[in-house]
């Protein structure tokens, strides 16, 4: 039993390890401000889209009435044989515009990656952005603060961060603190020359980069990974230069899920890529991770049927408890999402279930895109 006992802190005490080393490098990141300068970089923007049409004019409008010179821009959407009206209202935004652009309509579903690749051949631009279709931003200095970090950066493949949209209740507060803590991670690693984590909803590359990385070929016929196994590949190519853009103004906005099995259905999709992910760093911490959750819901059964290990248990379990709200105390001051810490203990009391549900069922369903 000490084994046991020793193995669980040991365990606690690597996965708080670990996330103070990536806490200290996102606040050893510095936050980038846009310079406005007067040469504004072309831009390929490419959505992929698939029964949106609830999202996608908001998304469409986000950049259509960004402070960046019309010419400068160029669209590509691929409608995915939707079957609503998506197509009818991009065609409408996009023909009052004034921004170049063009709609390639899958006639049958071919999901995100092959609709990608075969849509970077129509790219005009060296620099490629990456949106999803239920994406928005806040700032109309979105395209201006990639343009000034790219020109101060020279990297070649931008990481750029994402939010939940302000909503109410502890599900949104679940999601909106698990991407806190993602965006913590991702600007964290990425201070180490070590990223592991992006989201293809707001990613930046160079159309060359993603030649030379033969773009999704090596996992194409995995359902999703088009942004963290893309990001491996990118890593293999030598003298690649790598940056988070932590910026407000780069922050791209997503909905939240407005019920828990479209939610489990959404983080099924995301967990099951991470199988073939080859990143060791993301295996220890994934694995760390969901051994800590479930050590601590052993805790939780431990108070009441052995008695005289109660007081080990407790201090386990209010140990993770401080790791995490405080983890969500220092990502949530770039997020910045209203009301976020008033559901900060319900949510982490409840998120060992859901990582131990999302962990479990990502191994036996298959994903799917849309």
Known sequence: MSFVIITS???????????????????????????????????????????????IETCLYSIIQQNYAKQNIQLILINDAS??????????????SNIDYQIISNTEKKGKKKSITSSILFAKNELIILRDADTFTLSKNW?????DFHQNTKAEFIIGPINISNNVGILWALQ???????????????????????SGA??????????????????????????????????????????????TSAM??????YSFLSLVKQKIRWASKFKFNPNRFNF?????????????????????????LKFTAIVFILLKLIIDILLLFLSSSFTKNKNLNWF???????????VLIIGILSFFFKPKWK
Request: charged fraction near 15%; proline fraction near 3%.
């Open 9 to 55: 802190f040991f365990l606690l005490f690597a996965y708080s390890i670990i996330l103070i080393c990536l806490a200290i490098g996102f606040f050893k990141t510095k936050g980038f401000n846009t310079e406005e300068k007067n040469t504004q970089i072309p831009f390929t923007i490419i959505i992929c889209a698939r029964n949106e049409e609830k999202t």
């Open 83 to 96: 079957i609503d009206n998506t197509l009818k209202k991009s065609e409408y935004i996009l023909q009052n």
């Open 143 to 147: 395209l201006q603060t990639i343009s």
């Open 176 to 198: 909106a603190i698990e991407n806190s803590i993602l965006n913590l991670l991702s600007c964290g690693s990425n201070y180490f020359n070590s990223s592991f984590l992006c």
């Open 202 to 247: 707001n990613l930046i590359f160079s159309k060359s980069l993603f030649e030379k990385t033969t773009g999704y070929n090596s996992h194409l016929h995995i359902e999703s990974g088009d942004d963290v196994l893309f990001l491996e590949d990118v890593k293999k190519i030598k003298h690649v230069k790598i940056n988070y853009l932590k910026s």
């Open 252 to 257: 791209v906005y997503t909905y939240p899920c």
């Open 284 to 308: 220890i911490l994934s694995a760390t991770s969901f051994l800590v959750n479930l050590l601590w819901l052993i805790s939780l059964l431990i108070i009441y049927l052995l008695p005289q």
């Open 344 to 354: 900060s203990l319900p949510v982490m009391i409840v998120y060992p279930f859901y």
